[in-house]
């Protein structure tokens, strides 16, 4: 995992063509300054369509991830938050492990002041299994949007 410490200079993917990397453990997640640092304010990133296989049975597993953050010093570089959670594709992991990967990930390479992510998954074996996670409370002062993401109902 790449963390430029000196802004867009030390992008490696940005702006270029770039391989989708095999499995998250290959992708290089990257990050720049903030541009507002000192002041609160919520990041959020959707991924509507995200995949990963069941380790089991090898099927897919379909997922709604939302995830919000307060920056510190630092804001995960889109492009590269992209092709990272794409990287889970052909990765067998349970629900609950690769929602957590990537939170924890994200705190690792940003020492967010707040994060959190909601994981909506599709039934497997006809039961939805959401997974939520937080670092700590929010912080005060900062509108911390609703997820807005329905239970899953099935038809009807």
Sequence with gaps: MTRPDDGSTSLTQLGRQVAQPANPEDATLERVPSPYQGRLYMVRFTAPEFTSLCPITGQPDFAHIVIDYVPGEWIVESKSLKLYLTSFRNHGSFHEACSLQI??????????????????????????????????EPPKGVWIADQNVPNYRGRG
Excluded at 105 to 128: E, F, H, K
């Design 103 to 136: 939170a924890t990930t994200l705190v690792d390479l940003l020492s967010p002041v707040w994060l959190r992510i909601g994981a909506y998954w599709y039934p497997r074996g006809g039961m939805p299994i959401d997974v939520f996670w937080q670092t700590d």
